[in-house]
């Protein structure tokens, strides 16, 4: 079958639409294309911004309550999906730059508050919020904002990765990945070596965990790309947010 064409979509918003709108059934079952729609946007993408406004300086409750208000009166009251061009850029890139221009204009929490209708009004029942990167002292709202999207991505496609596995009663594949590549990487220690592992998982030889860590590695590879193309129109685009999602787990 011939690679899908992704630039001949019509653009971010058919992308963005055709795309997501087919990850959550119940979207098909909702009267309310708006609510479905902010749901989901807060779902995916409201941790980004959280994170932007909490190095802005805003305390947790202004933080949420600043990120829903930008939700509902930029992105979807000013349908920015709808007016983007898939041109400039990934939705990341969209989102950040929308997000900058809301708070130039957007001083005043209680400016925010009066301006969410109460029936669009989507809770965000956050208990435990997402902590700010070890390093946010270091890091400005912009690179928070980058650094929470990257990991927030990466998460959802391990956890597609995981769910996988176990699910095929694979689990084992799943620790060698984790065990000798993900964690060493995400804590920064040496990973064990192959025997190791075949001692820990009573894998038969070195050669046989070898070919079990390169399968979820190439697995991990396609679902990442799978995220990443929700978020990117062009194949170009998603080659280069690619590029940079590796990058950043090289760190």
């Known amino acids: 079958m011939a690679p899908r064409d992704w630039t001949n979509m019509g653009g971010l918003r058919e992308s963005f639409f055709t795309t997501h709108w087919s990850l959550v059934d119940k ?5 309310d294309r708006d609510m479905a729609l902010i749901g989901l946007l807060l779902e995916r993408y409201w941790k980004p911004v959280y994170c932007y406004l909490r190095r802005k300086g805003y305390d947790n409750e202004q933080a949420k309550d600043l990120t829903q208000g930008f939700f509902h009166e930029v992105v979807l009251n000013r349908h920015l999906v709808e007016r983007a061009d898939s041109a400039k850029g990934s939705f990341r890139s969209l989102l950040l730059h929308a997000l900058h221009q809301y708070m130039i204009d957007e001083r005043r929490r209680e400016n925010t508050l009066k301006r969410i209708p109460k029936k669009k009004l989507i809770s965000m029942d956050i208990d435990d919020p ?33 769910e996988n596995y176990v699910a095929q009663d694979l689990a084992t594949h799943w620790r060698v ?75």
Not at 27 to 31: A, I, R
Not at 133 to 148: I, M, Q, R, V
Request: aromatic share 8%; glycine share 4%.
């Open 177 to 251: 990945f984790q065990d000798r590549l993900l964690q060493p990487v995400l804590n920064d220690y040496p990973s064990p070596s192959l025997q190791e592992i075949c001692l820990r998982y009573g894998i038969a030889d070195e050669a046989r965990a070898s070919h079990m860590l390169d399968t979820v590695k190439r697995r991990f590879h396609q679902v990442l790309r799978k995220h990443v193309r929700l978020t990117v129109c062009t194949s170009q685009g998603v080659g280069e947010e690619m590029e940079e999602f590796l990058k950043f787990l090289q760190k």
């Open 130 to 162: 997402p902590e700010l990167p070890d390093k946010s002292g270091e890091l400005d709202p912009e690179e928070s904002f980058n650094y929470a999207w990257k990991v927030d991505l990466l998460e959802r496609a391990l956890a597609e990765v995981k």
């Open 27 to 31: 979207v098909k079952q909702q009267g």
